[in-house]
């Protein structure tokens, strides 16, 4: 019988206990800063930063939004970013991508202390992951991980395939799964015969943002798949990259869309804003 693989259920788990963390860091007199900055009205990313902000309130941590207008100047948001880096009560920066095209994001990233790059995107963060240090990681492949530690799957030793190579998923996750002794393969746009490499993966993870792309016959039976992906499809209903509905009968395990990797993302963010607040704390 295939497991799903249940994100909010196991965010939840994990959120109740960080609860206790950070009640403890208040009774030390700190409380969590996790500041976000929101430029222009994007309908999906308002709703991903009101969930963010839903979550943090609902632990205790101090959640600044900072909403810019859309035609705010790259100069503006660095010096918006420049003065977070500065507060003292400000553990994480978090700038909401993507942002209008008079914005160079690689720039903002790069702006952020990384001490406080709470999305884990600065290129010294990546730097830390690729070399296998202690840092801060991007929030969906550190939430995906945590899932799969939750269920007891163990990655050491598995053929992982990855497909997308994003900055925010696929790269990050590679990482991830490597320091975790993975043997990873990233698949992506130019990669030949992608159904044929799909199905050796006895971890397949699909983060290309099209709609039940991966069909039945590209996934090894048994393998334990995770859809990052959130579509909609022909019917406007909101779906994954798998076609979980055929995927799902033939995997071990399987995350669903929405309530897999969406929730453990977040919760990752939180559990990292916490983890540098104590780091405020012991200085």
Known sequence: MTTILDGKKTADALMADLKT???ALAGQGVVPGLAVVLVGDDPASAIYVRNKEKRAQSLGINSVIYHLPFS???QELLDQVNALNLDPSIDGILVQLPLPDQINAQAVIQAIDPDKDVDGFHPMN???LWTNLPGIVASTPYGIMQLLAAYGIDVAGKSVVIV?????????????????????TIAHSQTQDLFALTKTADILVVAIGQAEFIPAAAVKPGAVV???GMDRNAENKLVGDVDFANVEPIASAITPVPGGVGPMTIASLMIQTVNLAKKRLNG
Not at 165 to 183: E, H
Request: glycine share 12%; hydrophobic share 40%; charged share 20%.
């Open 21 to 23: 963390q950070v009640d």
């Open 72 to 74: 705010t100047s790259e």
């Open 126 to 128: 990546m730097g830390r």
């Open 164 to 184: 997308g190579r994003s900055n925010i998923v696929g790269r990050p996750l590679a990482g991830l799964m490597l320091n975790a002794n993975a043997t990873v």
């Open 226 to 228: 995770i859809d990052v």
